[in-house]
């Protein structure tokens, strides 16, 4: 059996408008990697993520770059123990 884990990464920069939340559920779907995304009030975009440990950690990865439009400056993680979600989704 695989390793599972979670982290909770915050990631700030010019992260929102930018289809941060769109693209980091499109690339979670496709490393079949769990949990949710979201923007702060504070202009951050939170996310957590949990599945297979290489599959979050190429999902941490992702989010230092984000998409084409994103200027990522700063990413904050935590490693977690999963809880157990199913699917990803965009919260608001």
């Given at each position: 059996m695989t390793q599972q884990t979670a982290a909770?990464?915050?990631?700030?920069g010019r992260v929102q408008g930018v289809f941060f939340r769109a693209?980091?559920?499109?690339?979670?779907?496709?490393?079949r990697v769990?949990?949710?995304?979201r923007n702060r009030s504070d202009g951050s975009v939170e996310a957590w993520f949990e599945g297979?440990?290489?599959?979050v950690e190429q999902m941490i990865?992702?989010?230092?770059?984000?998409p084409e439009l994103a200027h990522v400056?700063?990413?904050?993680?935590?490693?977690?123990?999963?809880?157990g979600c199913s699917g990803f989704r965009v919260t608001r």
């Open positions: 909770r990464v915050v990631v700030w693209t980091t559920q499109q690339t979670a779907e496709l490393l769990r949990g949710w995304v297979e440990r290489g599959a990865a992702w989010c230092r770059r984000g400056e700063r990413l904050d993680l935590d490693w977690e123990q999963p809880a």
